[in-house]
């Protein structure tokens, strides 16, 4: 019987923040026990879009130390950072070559992301999804937690190895199945609604960082967007901003959207604000202490990065000879 094992990861790309935690990594420690676990900093995806260097390092090992925060159990979840394993870029290119521009031309992140300028863009940012396949097809990663907004990334994996299989006339690659839980597996901004939480965003007030202290967190929260309707409910279509803020709230407190809006219906915004801050703060606050030791202890979460790797590599190096036998490679 295949072992259950999954495959996630997010970049090392500036302060992880509460869309992270909520959307990714707390789904990752809620799962620990059930599955077979690799969680990876994707260092080669950082890279499609420039990066300075130094700031990489740094970020590379501040993201390590936000996964054992947050309660990563680096003693049973192997982690580690992408680049390390050649095998990522190895198998996105054997991929790469049985992948159809068509099918990379649906995904919308990339037009997103290139927005006017899609042709000044690096291939890395447009053929970002092959890579993403390899990462998971990789380590024949059975489960992947993803988001709402990443279900199309994992419906071309399974494409892609449903190509190679049929290409080998031979049933190798398993097709991974997406993980979806929580109430909160988009977390949007809090300036806008409508749209995700961001790294990138110029304000500073649209995430919640999981380093920021309790005064900053309840600041943000006081400035978060709300509306002109009368009472707090959850209406996706016509009210994003006070859906986003149940959603979140639900996802801290482990309560559904119905038992968050009876509690909070005869509550005015900033009330509701205040209870969500205060909620908040009391989740993150043992998560950024813990973070802001790890990330002054550079050796040793540089030890855990080798570790990671080295158990990384005794599954990828295995399972990429395999795969450059089946191509007819000479290994």
Known sequence: MMTSRVLSGVQPTGNLHL?????AIKQWVDIQGSYECLFCIVDLHAITVPQDPKYLTESTLDTAAAYIACGIDPETSVIFNQSRIAGHCELAWILGTMTPLGWLN????????AGKHKDQSGLGLYGYPV???ADILLYHATHVPVGEDQKQHLELTRD???????QYDREYFTLPEPLIAGPATRVMSLRDGTKKMSKSDESEYSRIHLSDDSDTIAKKFKKAKSDMHEGITHDPDNRPEATNLINIYAAITGKTHEQVCQEVESMGFSQFKTLLSDAVIEHLGP???TYRQLTDDKAYLQSLLDKGAENAAALAEKNIKQIKEIVGFVV
């Open 160 to 166: 892609i190895a449903g190509a190679f299989n049929r």
């Open 106 to 113: 649906r995904m919308t992140q990339f037009k997103e992301k």
């Open 19 to 23: 869309g992270n935690y909520l959307g």
């Open 287 to 289: 998560i950024t202490t």
């Open 131 to 133: 890579l993403m396949a």
